[in-house]
């Protein structure tokens, strides 16, 4: 499967943005589905995932803030994201697992197919 992220874009602290994965291929639906970040100088980190039956886990520092979700009709998963902080400044990578493996995870090795990456920065 193919992916391509958009949404990202440069906002105030404080603001939202919301994040955009289409994806292209016929397994989306069967597929986990997450979200990772890397900021300048730093390792790729996990964001948040949702898993084929909609059940989502979030890393500490974005629950209550971020939101994942799903359509599978459009074969497109989202991040939103609310609240933001100069510390969410990053890129974000959309990330799909194995077809028909369901056990979520946060590490990227777990995931097959990524996106090019979206630019979100927030200004303080």
């Known amino acids: 499967v193919q992916l391509q992220a958009s949404g990202g874009g440069l906002v105030q602290a404080g603001g939202s943005l919301k994040l955009s994965c289409a994806a292209s291929?016929?397994?989306?639906?069967?597929?986990?589905m997450a979200w990772f970040r890397q900021a300048p100088g730093k390792e790729r980190e996990f964001v948040a995932v949702?898993?084929?039956?909609?059940?989502?886990n979030y890393a500490g520092s974005v629950k209550g803030r971020f939101t994942i979700s799903r359509d599978n009709a459009k074969n497109t998963a989202y991040l939103q994201m609310n609240s933001l902080e100069s510390e969410d400044t990053a890129i974000y990578y959309c990330a799909a697992g194995r077809s028909g493996y369901y056990a979520v995870s946060d590490q990227p090795r777990a995931y097959v197919s990524w996106g090019q990456g979206t630019q979100v920065t927030v200004s303080s």
């Open positions: 291929g016929r397994t989306f639906d069967n597929r986990n």
């Open positions: 949702i898993n084929v039956d909609g059940d989502s």
